[in-house]
């Protein structure tokens, strides 16, 4: 059965005022998000996955938005939080800023969600 955005979506999931510089912290306040009703089973780990992932192939695309993520074990089904950054925060190797940051994790298992 295919998942609907409307089925990832949690709005106690969403940062609308994400207040950092860093991509780091960024990523750590988005994954506080997912822990607190245990979205995560180790928040660090997880984050040092999404930021390997990201030092390798940096997710940032046009119009300011980055889809920083991580296909793991850490998690039992598709997860998401959402953070928006009125300044933009630093992603990519260039500087390229991201305003909307959708944070994203798969479980290793599902390969063609």
Do not use: C, W, Y
């Amino acid at each position: 059965m295919a998942l609907s955005l409307a089925d990832l979506l949690n709005e106690t999931h969403v940062d609308l005022d994400l207040r950092t510089r860093t991509m780091t912290t960024a990523l750590q306040k988005l994954i506080k998000l997912l822990e607190v009703d245990e979205q995560i089973r180790d928040p660090g780990k997880f984050l040092e996955q999404v930021v390997a992932r990201e030092k390798i192939t940096p997710t940032v695309v046009e119009n300011e938005i980055a889809f920083p993520h991580a296909r793991t074990e850490l998690v039992d089904r598709i997860v998401l939080g959402i953070g928006r950054s009125r300044t933009g925060i630093s992603f990519g190797p260039n500087g390229e800023r991201a305003r909307l940051i959708f944070l994203i994790g798969v479980p290793r298992q599902m390969i063609s969600d």
